[in-house]
């Protein structure tokens, strides 16, 4: 999807952490491969969080995943609440728009990911976009970015609590973004070690391009 965002929209997130990582992501997008997650599972230890093999223990540290994303560790701590609920209004003010359904009881826990597609190719098609449109599709775009790799298990919901964290662009930098990226690696791994799912998500083509 990088490939198709509006010139307007890739200046504008050159302002922010994820950068660095938007630029890899058609390397990584065309590398990923379940027979090497099954290879690297067998060799994972869910216990240490490192790869075993005959000459010693290997894993991916803070260091690699900042050199590979340029994402920040230093700052506030990004902590998973997937019992956060966001009102309407807030989701209107975290998006700047709401989509069509609301998951839940109108006081939604997690939204449609195809609604948020969807929104890209209305924004994006069509006519020369506002600054407003600008930073709304920006929003969408870092939505589905941390859908697809932050979150360790896939599915068309995609929870809302880190909605709040990107309402304001001049935060991003204030969070520890490479820290929650390694933990969500970490998890993945545990569940292709541990036969519970085997999937291209949390970052799992970090191995590959490192």
Avoid: K
């Avoid at 198709?4 to 630029?23: E, H, M, N, S, Y």
């Avoid at 969807?118 to 600054?131: A, F, K, L, N, Y």
């Avoid at 999937?199 to 083509?205: C, I, Q, V, Y």
């Amino acid at each position: 999807m990088c490939d198709q965002l509006p010139p307007a929209v890739l200046d504008f997130l050159r302002g922010t952490p994820f950068f660095a990582l938007i630029d890899i992501l058609p390397s990584v997008e065309a590398l990923r491969s379940s027979s090497l997650l099954t290879v690297l599972g067998e060799r994972w230890w869910d216990t240490t969080h490192t790869f075993h093999w005959s000459w010693g223990e290997l894993t991916m540290t803070p260091e690699d995943v900042f050199a590979l994303t340029g994402l920040p560790f230093g700052g506030e701590m990004l902590i998973p609440n997937s019992r956060r609920r966001i009102t309407p209004d807030g989701l209107r003010a975290a998006l700047g728009w709401l989509p069509g359904r609301i998951i839940s009881d109108g006081i939604p826990h997690s939204v449609m990911v195809h609604h948020i597609e969807d929104e890209c190719e209305r924004v994006r098609d069509g006519h020369e976009m506002t600054c407003q449109e600008v930073r709304q599709l920006s929003r969408c775009y870092l939505l589905l970015i941390f859908h697809d790799f932050f979150c360790a298990r896939g599915g068309d919901n995609m929870r809302v609590w880190w909605l709040p964290h990107i309402r304001f662009f001049d935060r991003l930098y204030t969070m520890a973004w490479g820290g929650y990226v390694l933990a969500v690696l970490y998890e993945s791994m545990d569940l292709i070690c541990r036969h519970m799912e085997l999937n291209h998500r949390g970052f799992t083509t970090l191995w590959e391009v490192s």
